[in-house]
Antibody, heavy 115, light 107 residues
Framework: EVQLVESGGGLVQPGGSLRLSCAAS????????MNWVRQAPGKGLEWISY????????YYADSVKGRFTISRDNAKNSLYLQMNSLRAEDTAVYYC????????WGQGTLVTVSS | DIQMTQSPSSLSASVGDRVTITCRAS??????LAWYQQKPGKVPKLLIY???TLQSGVPSRFSGSGSETDFTLTISSLQPEDVATYYC?????????FGQGTKVEIK
């Protein structure tokens, strides 16, 4: 069974940093591109970042470019999102999702940016 | 960037009704279009990819059609368990943009 488990969310002050992790199991992690998608409270889905299987290709949404960094460790079956210079508008549930078609999603981790 | 526009933003229909949701891309995306269902308080779930391919385990009352700029998600006979928000998403190239969502309720 495919499992994606996010962790690392929490309350952070504006301007602060957080690192999210996504632990993958039940599939060959190194064979799939991965994505981060977020959902602000009561709002729609927003794709924010993509990373290819070997980390050669990375994309970001304009809303997070220059502040967020996606990475992966295929040996540890893990995906990461380093979030710096956080703003109130970054408050959301952050999901990791498998492949460009987003076949599988984790349960999400809540990030709250507030003073 | 290519924009994805869904309509309507919400709808209310009776059990057994045929429901249609449309998604329009601002530029052609071939068939690189997926549909997701998000039930209240739950994680989004893939319903359809490649515009019309039903994901394994998804009931056959769901279907998708379209190509390039105009796409449709159809529920042939609405069921109470279909209450959810539905999103289209393009994956032809970055950014992987979602539509704004369509909330489906039972009348």
């Amino acid at each position: 069974e495919v499992q994606l488990v996010e962790s690392g969310g929490g309350l952070v002050q504006p301007g602060g940093s957080l690192r999210l992790s996504c632990a993958a199991s039940g599939f060959t992690f190194s064979s799939y591109s991965m994505n981060w998608v977020r959902q602000a409270p009561g709002k729609g889905l927003e794709w924010i970042s993509y990373i290819s299987t070997s980390s050669n290709t990375i994309y970001y949404a304009d809303s997070v470019k220059g502040r967020f960094t996606i990475s992966r460790d295929n040996a540890k079956n893990s995906l990461y999102l380093q979030m710096n210079s956080l703003r109130a508008e970054d408050t959301a549930v952050y999901y990791c999702a498998r492949a460009s078609i987003l076949y599988s999603w984790g349960q999400g981790t809540l990030v709250t940016v507030s003073s | 960037d290519i924009q994805m526009t869904q309509s309507p933003s919400s709808l209310s229909a009776s059990v057994g009704d045929r429901v249609t949701i449309t998604c329009r891309a601002s530029q052609g995306i071939s068939d690189y279009l997926a549909w997701y269902q998000q039930k209240p308080g739950k994680v989004p779930k893939l319903l359809i990819y490649a515009a019309s391919t039903l994901q394994s385990g998804v009931p056959s009352r769901f279907s998708g059609s379209g190509s390039e700029t105009d796409f449709t998600l159809t529920i042939s006979s609405l069921q109470p368990e279909d209450v959810a928000t539905y999103y289209c998403q393009k994956y032809s190239s970055a950014p992987w943009t979602f539509g704004q969502g369509t909330k489906v309720e039972i009348k």
